[in-house]
C-alpha cells in the first residue's frame, strides 16, 4: 500500500509540474497570438501546395516556348509569362496588367500602351517599352508565331520613353485590342535576343514578369515557386504549384475524389456522382458556356439558301434533347442571338432579352408550306420541281456527344419531313469539307473572344468567308451580307459603347431573323475544384475569370485570388 | 558463320523495307497537323492561326520521292526530326525520356511472365492429370481471357484505390526527385508493381499453355522413356531431356515479345497513368506527328528485327540440327 501511495504521490507531484510548464507556454502563446494577431491578421493566407490537373496530358517535355500554342507546357503563359492587359471573357471587362493604361488615337488608327513602373524580370532586370517593342518585331520577324495574324493589321511599334509604346494600324482596328493586350505574352529581349529560331526554340528555363518562377522540372511533374520580383504587393499567397502529368481522366478522377489534387478541367460523365456528392462541403464544379455549337447550313447551296427551309431546320430542333441526352445536361441549349450567355449579357440587345428557342415540328411544316414545298408520300417535303428535301449532316466520327447530338436532330428533321442522313465522318474529311465548302450542313464549334464581335465576325464576316471550292476560315456556312459587314465594320472602327452596341444588336438582329447559321447549345468549360485547402475561386458569382485550369492567362489572375483557407 | 552471314543480309534487306514502309504510311493518311490542333483546341484558337501553324511545323509540299531522300539524309545524321504533338521538343528527346520506363516496365514483366509461365508449363505437364493441372491452366486461361483494359482497372480500383495497398498513378511518388537516389528507385518499383502484376496475370497463360502441349509431345518420345528407364534423377528428365526440346516454340515467341516491349503498353499507360512510349505513340497518331510515329516505329522495328536476331542465335546455340543443316 506504501509503495503505491508515494509513488502515486511522486506522479502527482511530476504532474503538477508538467501542467505549470504546459501553463506558463500557453500564456506565453496566447500572448504572442495576441501581439501578431491585430498587426496582420492575414498571415495564415500565406503558404501552402497547389496542385491542378488541367487535362490528361500525358508525359511532358520541358517546353515553355509560349508561341507553341498547344504543346506549351500549362502555367508557362500567364503564371511566368503575362500580357500588358486582362480581358475577362466571363463579362467582358478589361483590367489594366503590364500596362497600367492604354489609349486609343481618336480615330481608332494607334495605341498607346502606359507600362507600369517598377515591375522586374524574376531574375532581377526592370521590365520597360524595349521589352514589348522587340516581342512585337520577333512575331513580325517570324509569321510562324504570328498566330493571331497581328501584323495584318499593325505597321509600325515604337518606344518613345521606357514606359511608353506605340503601335500604329493599318485601318480603325477596336478589336486587334484583344489579340495585342490579351493574347500576346511579353518577353525579356535580353534573354530572348540571343535565340536564333523562337519557332523552335524550348525555353527550358523561363524567365518571366509572372508571379511564379520555374522550381523543378520532371516528365511527371512541374513545380513553380512564388516569384520574389513580382509586381504585385503582397501577392502572391500560394508558395508553390504543382501540374503533375496524367494519361487520362480516370487516374486524375481518383485523385481528385481523394482530395489529392485540387484544381481540375476534366469532362466527367456524371459530376455530381463521382466528385461534387463525395464531399458536398468542399468539392464543387462549375461549367460555364464558352461558345456556341451550331449548325452550320451552307448557304451558298439550295436548298439553304431559302431562310424558310433555315428556318424550319430551326425550329424542328429539339435543343432540350441536346442538352438533357446529347451532352449529360452540362451545356444547356444556345440564345437565339449566339450571344454567350451569362457572358455577353451586357450586350444582349432589349428586344431579345427573353427570347429562345422552342421546338414547334407545326411551325417548321407551315414555313415549308409557305415557301412552295408539298409533302411527298413518304413524308418527305419536295420543292415545286420535285426535288425532295434530303440532305447530309456532317459530324467527326468518334466525337461521341455530338454524334449522338446529330441523330436526335436527324430524328427531329425527319419527323418534321425532312431525310437527313447523318454522316459522321473522319476529322481530316470533316473539316476539309467545312473549309472548302462542300457540305450540305454540318455540327461545329465557334471561336469566341471577350465580346460577341469575335464570334460573329469569325462567323459571319465575308472576309473569313470563301466561294466553294475554296478555303475558307471560319465563315464555313459562307454568309456574306453587305448589311452584316457593315456593322462589323462599324463596332470595329468605332470607339464609343454606343456605336458598338448599334452595330452588336444590328447583328442580334439579323442571327434572330435570317438565321445565317443555326446555334444549337453551348459548349462547356470544364472546372471542378476543392475548397478543402483553399478558397477565393471564381464560380457563377463571382465570375472573374474564365474558370478552367487551361485557361491563359485567366490562370493567373485564380492563382492570384486563391489562398489558403 | 555462314547461315548468319545470310541471315545478316536478311536482316538489311528487312531494315530497309522497314525504314521506307514508316515513311510511306504516315503520309499516306490524309491530314494535317494543323488542323488537328486546331480541332483540338476548339473555339480557343483563331483559325487563322492555321497559316502559322504551317510554317511553325514546317509542312512540306515538295514531291514524296524529294521527302524520302531527305528522310533518308536525316536519319543517317540520326536526325529523327522535331515533334508537333510536344512542338518543338525534338523526337529524339521525346524517346530518349519515355523509352526507359518501357522498357524496365514491360521488359521485367515480359521475362517474369515468359519464365514463371514455362516453369509452371513445364511442372503442370509433368504432372499431368493431377488437381494442379486441373486448376491451374483454366484458371489462368480464365485470367487472361478477361479483357485488360477491364481487368486492370478493377485491380487498380480495389488494390489501389479501395484497400491503399498500391500506388494510384505514376511511375513515382511526385514528391521525390527523379534520380539514382535509393528513395527514387523504391519509389519507381513501389509503382511498377501493379502495373507488372496485371500485364503478367493476363500474358501468363499464353506462356504456361504453349510449354505445357510442346512438353506433352515431347514426354511421349522414346529418349524419355530411355532416360527414365536409365534410372536418371526427375528433375534432370524432365528439365534436360524433355523441357530442352519443348522450349523452342517458347523462345521464337519470347523473342517477338521482347522486340514488341519498345512499343510500349498503352493500355497499360493508360490505366495506371503510367510513363511511355505508348502514350506517345496514340498521341502522335492523333496529331498526325509524322516525325514522332517514324521516330518510334523506327526503334520498333529495329527491336522486334534484333529481337529476332538473338532468336536465331539462340536457336543455334539450343538445336545441334540448325548448326549442321544450314552450315
Known amino acids: 500500500m506504501i509503495p503505491r501511495s508515494t509513488s502515486s504521490y511522486g506522479s502527482l507531484y511530476v504532474r503538477g509540474k508538467v501542467f505549470a510548464l504546459i501553463s506558463l507556454l500557453l500564456v506565453l502563446v496566447t500572448l504572442l497570438a495576441a501581439c501578431g494577431g491585430p498587426s496582420n491578421p492575414s498571415t495564415s493566407r500565406y503558404g501552402g501546395t497547389l496542385t491542378m490537373v488541367p487535362g490528361p496530358t500525358g508525359d511532358y517535355t520541358r517546353n515553355f516556348n509560349v508561341f507553341a500554342t498547344g504543346s506549351v507546357l500549362n502555367?508557362?503563359?500567364?503564371?511566368?509569362?503575362?500580357?500588358?492587359?486582362?480581358?475577362?471573357?466571363?463579362?467582358?471587362?478589361?483590367?489594366?496588367?503590364?500596362?497600367?493604361?492604354?489609349?486609343?488615337?481618336?480615330?481608332?488608327?494607334?495605341?498607346?500602351?502606359?507600362?507600369?513602373?517598377?515591375?522586374?524580370?524574376?531574375?532581377?532586370?526592370?521590365?520597360?517599352?524595349?521589352?514589348?517593342?522587340?516581342?512585337?518585331?520577333m512575331i513580325h520577324d517570324h509569321p510562324a508565331v504570328d498566330y493571331s495574324g497581328l501584323w495584318n493589321v499593325i505597321t509600325s511599334v515604337s518606344a518613345p520613353d521606357n514606359h511608353t509604346v506605340i503601335v500604329k494600324l493599318k485601318q480603325p482596328s477596336v478589336p486587334i485590342l484583344w489579340y495585342l493586350g490579351g493574347q500576346t505574352y511579353i518577353l525579356p529581349q535580353h534573354l530572348w535576343s540571343s535565340v536564333s529560331n523562337p519557332v523552335t526554340y524550348t525555353n527550358p528555363d523561363p524567365v518571366g514578369t509572372g508571379p511564379y518562377v520555374l522550381k523543378s522540372f520532371t516528365p511527371q511533374l512541374y513545380v513553380f515557386d512564388r516569384n520574389p520580383h513580382f509586381w504585385q504587393p503582397g501577392k502572391p499567397y500560394i508558395n508553390e504549384i504543382r501540374y503533375p502529368s496524367f494519361n487520362s481522366n480516370t487516374s486524375a478522377d481518383l485523385l481528385l475524389s481523394q482530395g489529392a489534387v485540387d484544381w481540375t478541367g476534366l469532362f466527367t460523365p456524371d459530376v455530381n456522382k463521382t466528385f461534387a456528392n463525395r464531399d458536398p462541403a468542399h468539392n464543387h464544379y462549375w461549367f460555364p458556356p464558352n461558345n456556341v455549337v451550331t449548325l452550320y447550313p451552307n448557304v451558298a447551296k439550295y436548298p439553304f439558301n431559302v431562310l424558310a427551309v433555315r428556318q424550319a431546320i430551326s425550329a424542328a430542333i429539339d435543343r432540350n434533347k441536346l442538352y438533357r441526352i446529347g451532352e449529360n445536361g452540362y451545356e444547356p441549349p444556345s440564345h437565339p442571338t449566339a450571344l454567350v450567355l451569362p457572358a455577353n449579357q451586357g450586350t444582349l440587345s432589349p428586344n431579345y432579352a427573353n427570347a429562345s428557342f422552342t421546338m414547334n415540328t407545326a411551325r417548321a411544316a407551315s414555313l415549308l408550306e409557305r415557301a412552295g414545298f408539298k409533302k411527298g408520300s413518304d413524308g418527305i417535303y419536295v420543292d415545286r420541281n420535285g426535288k425532295r428535301l434530303a440532305f447530309n449532316l456532317n459530324v467527326v466520327s468518334g466525337w461521341t456527344d455530338w454524334v449522338t447530338d446529330c441523330q436526335i436532330m436527324a430524328s427531329n428533321l425527319q419527323a418534321a419531313g425532312m431525310d437527313v442522313k447523318v454522316n459522321a465522318i473522319s476529322y481530316n474529311s470533316y473539316y476539309s469539307a467545312l473549309q472548302m465548302g462542300s457540305f450540305d450542313t454540318a455540327i461545329s464549334w465557334t471561336t469566341t473572344g471577350p465580346t460577341p464581335y469575335y464570334l460573329y465576325n469569325s462567323m459571319l464576316g465575308t472576309t473569313n468567308t470563301a466561294p466553294i471550292g475554296q478555303?475558307?476560315?471560319?465563315?464555313?456556312?459562307?454568309?456574306?451580307?453587305?448589311?452584316?459587314?457593315?456593322?462589323?465594320?462599324?463596332?470595329?472602327?468605332?470607339?464609343?459603347?454606343?456605336?458598338?452596341?448599334?452595330?452588336?444588336?444590328?447583328?442580334?438582329?439579323?442571327?434572330?431573323?435570317?438565321?445565317?447559321?443555326?446555334?444549337?447549345?453551348?459548349?462547356?468549360?470544364?472546372?471542378?475544384?476543392?475548397?478543402?485547402?483553399?478558397?477565393?475561386?471564381?464560380?457563377?458569382?463571382?465570375?472573374?475569370?474564365?474558370?478552367?485550369?487551361?485557361?491563359?492567362?485567366?490562370?493567373?489572375?485564380?492563382?492570384?485570388?486563391?489562398?489558403?483557407? | 558463320m555462314q547461315h548468319l552471314l545470310r541471315r545478316s543480309g536478311f536482316y538489311l534487306v528487312a531494315l530497309w523495307a522497314s525504314i521506307t514502309l514508316n515513311f510511306l504510311i504516315p503520309r499516306l493518311v490524309p491530314g494535317n497537323p494543323a488542323q488537328v490542333l486546331i480541332a483540338r483546341l476548339q473555339g480557343r484558337i483563331d483559325p487563322r492561326a492555321e497559316h502559322a501553324m504551317e510554317i511553325a511545323f514546317g509542312i512540306s509540299h515538295a514531291s514524296l520521292w524529294n521527302q524520302y531522300l531527305e528522310y533518308l539524309g536525316n536519319l543517317a545524321h540520326g536526325n529523327l526530326g522535331i515533334s508537333i504533338t510536344y512542338f518543338p521538343t525534338p523526337v529524339a528527346t521525346v524517346i530518349r525520356q519515355d523509352l526507359p520506363w518501357t522498357l524496365t516496365l514491360m521488359g521485367t514483366a515480359v521475362v517474369i511472365s515468359f519464365v514463371s509461365g514455362t516453369l509452371l508449363g513445364i511442372i503442370v505437364a509433368w504432372r499431368r492429370g493431377s488437381r494442379l493441372d486441373a486448376l491451374l491452366p483454366p484458371a489462368l486461361t480464365f485470367l487472361s481471357a478477361i479483357p485488360y483494359f477491364w481487368l486492370a482497372l478493377i485491380i487498380l480500383y480495389v488494390l489501389g484505390f479501395v484497400l491503399n495497398w498500391f500506388p494510384l498513378s505514376g511511375g513515382y511518388a511526385l514528391s521525390i526527385e527523379p534520380g539514382w537516389t535509393p528513395d527514387f528507385l523504391l519509389s519507381a518499383v513501389q509503382h511498377a508493381l501493379l502495373p507488372a502484376f496485371t500485364i503478367v496475370i493476363s500474358s501468363i497463360a499464353g506462356w504456361?499453355?504453349?510449354?505445357?502441349?510442346?512438353?506433352?509431345?515431347?514426354?511421349?518420345?522414346?529418349?524419355?522413356?530411355?532416360?527414365?528407364?536409365?534410372?536418371?534423377?526427375?528433375?534432370?528428365?524432365?528439365?534436360?531431356?524433355?523441357?530442352?526440346?519443348?522450349?523452342?516454340?517458347?523462345?521464337?515467341?519470347f523473342a517477338l515479345s521482347l522486340g514488341f516491349v519498345v512499343g510500349g503498353a498503352l493500355l497499360t499507360e493508360i490505366v495506371f497513368s503510367y510513363p511511355g512510349i505508348g502514350f506517345a505513340l496514340l498521341q502522335a497518331v492523333q496529331n498526325s506527328d509524322y516525325a514522332l510515329l517514324q521516330g518510334i516505329f523506327l526503334i520498333i522495328a529495329v527491336a522486334v528485327l534484333g529481337a529476332n536476331f538473338l532468336a536465331d542465335l539462340m536457336y543455334v546455340a539450343l538445336d545441334p540440327r540448325v548448326r549442321q543443316e544450314r552450315s
Not at chain 1, 102 to 122: C, E, H, K, M
Not at chain 2, 215 to 238: C, F, N, P
Open chain 1, 75 to 137: 502555367g508557362a503563359q500567364g503564371l511566368v509569362y503575362e500580357t500588358l492587359l486582362f480581358f475577362n471573357r466571363e463579362d467582358g471587362s478589361v483590367k489594366p496588367w503590364l500596362a497600367s493604361s492604354y489609349q486609343f488615337s481618336s480615330d481608332a488608327t494607334s495605341i498607346t500602351f502606359n507600362l507600369r513602373p517598377g515591375v522586374q524580370w524574376s531574375d532581377g532586370k526592370p521590365f520597360t517599352s524595349a521589352d514589348v517593342v522587340f516581342t512585337l518585331k
Open chain 1, 471 to 565: 478555303q475558307a476560315t471560319s465563315n464555313w456556312e459562307r454568309w456574306s451580307d453587305p448589311a452584316t459587314d457593315r456593322f462589323l465594320q462599324q463596332y470595329a472602327s468605332s470607339l464609343g459603347s454606343t456605336e458598338q452596341q448599334q452595330a452588336l444588336s444590328g447583328i442580334q438582329k439579323i442571327m434572330v431573323e435570317q438565321l445565317p447559321t443555326i446555334p444549337l447549345i453551348y459548349g462547356a468549360t470544364w472546372y471542378e475544384y476543392s475548397t478543402a485547402r483553399f478558397v477565393g475561386w471564381p464560380d457563377q458569382q463571382h465570375p472573374y475569370a474564365v474558370p478552367a485550369p487551361y485557361a491563359a492567362p485567366d490562370e493567373e489572375i485564380v492563382v492570384l485570388n486563391l489562398h489558403q483557407v
Open chain 2, 208 to 253: 504456361l499453355l504453349g510449354m505445357r502441349n510442346a512438353m506433352m509431345t515431347t514426354l511421349g518420345e522414346d529418349y524419355v522413356l530411355m532416360a527414365r528407364a536409365k534410372g536418371l534423377s526427375e528433375q534432370r528428365v524432365m528439365l534436360t531431356y524433355a523441357a530442352r526440346n519443348a522450349i523452342l516454340p517458347n523462345i521464337t515467341g
